[in-house]
């Protein structure tokens, strides 16, 4: 049975500040994993996809690593700004139709 | 202009009550899903559905009935509510096959007294 943690639950880091999310997984039988934001009282935005033969992939300030053999994932957001608060999620798809089993989210806090 | 919408976007019930919540796409794609996510924040699967197939059932309660009258509409129908269907609920969609982005709703937030 697929469990995904990530580590740590809750951050809080000063603007301009560059991070790191973590996402691990059991299950290293994955098709992708996918990093999603939440904004509060709102739904899910998927941020990046890595599809299993990736290492990583990019969009603007993210950065996504995936090492599937270790079963593990970072998300990498550089000079950080108070628009990026919001709890990030991981999801790793395994099995059959597309099934997506989600980490517990790290709760991110940009102050000025 | 909403790709994938939800409605209510809150619910207040009574226990022992039945409700619905609607989901529609219009992204044209095959396969929608139903999460829950729970007051720890825990997202989890309910459903999935392929072209108005069945393809994911998550070991949820015979209360809990998914309709697909068409493969842009999944809706959620509960029967005899009870304190602990209180979540928010998630509908999603994609494209049908594996490793493809899923789209999802703004959340219908359950609340059963």
């Known amino acids: ?3 995904v943690t990530q580590i740590p639950a809750a951050l809080s880091v000063p603007e301009g500040e560059n991070l790191v999310l973590n996402c691990s997984f059991t299950d290293s039988a994955i098709y992708n994993l996918q990093w999603f934001r939440q ?7 998927s941020l990046l996809l890595i599809q299993s033969s990736q290492r ?3 969009s603007g300030r993210l950065n996504a690593s995936l090492d599937k053999s270790s ?3 970072t998300l990498y957001i550089a000079a950080s700004q108070p628009g990026d608060s919001a709890t990030y999620l991981c999801a790793v798809e395994t099995g059959t139709a597309s ?3 989600f980490g517990t989210g790290t709760r991110l806090q940009v102050t000025l | 202009d909403t790709a994938v919408s939800q409605t209510p976007k809150y619910l207040v019930t ?8 609607k989901c529609e796409q219009n992204l044209g794609h095959d396969t929608m899903y139903w999460y829950k996510q729970d007051s720890k924040k825990f997202l989890k699967i309910m459903f999935s559905y392929n072209n108005k197939e069945l393809i994911i059932n998550e070991t949820v309660p015979n209360r809990f009935s998914p309709k697909s009258p068409d493969k842009a509409h999944l809706n959620l129908h509960i029967n005899s509510l009870e304190l602990g269907d209180s979540a928010v609920y998630f509908c999603a969609s994609s494209q049908v096959g594996t490793s493809v982005e899923q789209f ?3 959340g219908t937030r359950l609340t059963v007294l």
């Open chain 1, 71 to 73: 079963g593990r994932s």
């Open chain 1, 99 to 101: 099934k997506l089993t």
């Open chain 2, 14 to 21: 009574q226990m022992g009550n039945d409700k619905s919540i």
């Open chain 1, 56 to 58: 990583e992939q990019t």
């Open chain 1, 39 to 45: 904004d509060p009282g709102k739904g899910l935005t």
């Open chain 2, 104 to 106: 999802f709703g703004p």
């Open chain 1, 1 to 3: 049975k697929q469990e």
